[in-house]
Every structure is written in structure tokens, then in C-alpha cells.
């Protein structure tokens, strides 16, 4: 598996998570992407260090679990999907959402992660 980039998501209590973002952003000085949002309030935070790692910080809701996820971006997601499976891993997938094809599987001590490359078609 050739890993193009490293994204760390994490998932908390909207007070908390603003939090995290605040000492993420102000305390440490990580730049943050500028999102726009209708809705007032903490809607989440995104920390870029290339175009395909980065930091997420989101507020827990509805089809938002609190949690924790490594997310590694691949060369190839349905090729290393199969190598997974092949070799016994329980890989979920695949979800076609925002250009990328993801695949997911929860690793020893219950970490979920997920893995994903751009798909064809995005480019």
C-alpha cells in the first residue's frame, strides 16, 4: 500500500471539540481552513498540512458518532481493498462520498480507520 497522506479525524462534544480546534488553531498556531457555514456555532475545523493530510475536528450529532478515526489516503483503494480481504481483514466498503472511493475496518483495541484514494472519474 503506497499512502499518499495522513488525515487524524476526531470526533467530540460540540463544546469540546470547539475547544480542541481553539488550542489546535490559537494555542498551537495550526493554520485553519476557512469554512463557511450558514448555522451559527461551532460546525467543525479543518487543519491542512498538504493537499492530502490534515487534522479534523468535528462536533458529535446525528449520523456523527463520538470516536476517533485514522484515515490513510492510498494510490489505489479497491486494489488494497482486495489484498485486505484476501488476507482476512473485515473491510467495509466501499462509500463513494466528496471524489474519493473509502473503504473502512476496525484495527486491534478498536480503532476504526479507513482508507481511500480519489476516484477515476474525479481525477
Known amino acids: 500500500m503506497t499512502v499518499l497522506g495522513i488525515r487524524f479525524c476526531h470526533v467530540a462534544e ?3 471539540a470547539e475547544q480542541m480546534a481553539e488550542q489546535l488553531g490559537e494555542g498551537l498556531g495550526i493554520e485553519q481552513l476557512e469554512m463557511q457555514s450558514p448555522t451559527p456555532g461551532f460546525q467543525g ?3 491542512p498540512a498538504s493537499d492530502a493530510s ?3 475536528i468535528w462536533p458529535a450529532g446525528e449520523g456523527m458518532p463520538a470516536g476517533t478515526m485514522l484515515q490513510l489516503v492510498v494510490d489505489d483503494a479497491d486494489a488494497h481493498a482486495a ?3 484476501a488476507k482476512g481483514l473485515a473491510v467495509e466498503g466501499p462509500v ?3 471524489g474519493e ?3 473502512f475496518l476496525t484495527l486491534a483495541g478498536g480503532l476504526r480507520m479507513s482508507f481511500q484514494s ?3 472519474d474525479a481525477g
Open 118 to 120: 480519489r476516484e477515476a
Open 96 to 98: 463513494d462520498a466528496h
Open 101 to 103: 472511493r473509502i473503504y
Open 14 to 16: 460540540s463544546a469540546t
Open 54 to 56: 490534515w487534522i479534523e
Open 83 to 85: 489484498e485486505a480481504k
Open 45 to 47: 475545523a479543518v487543519f
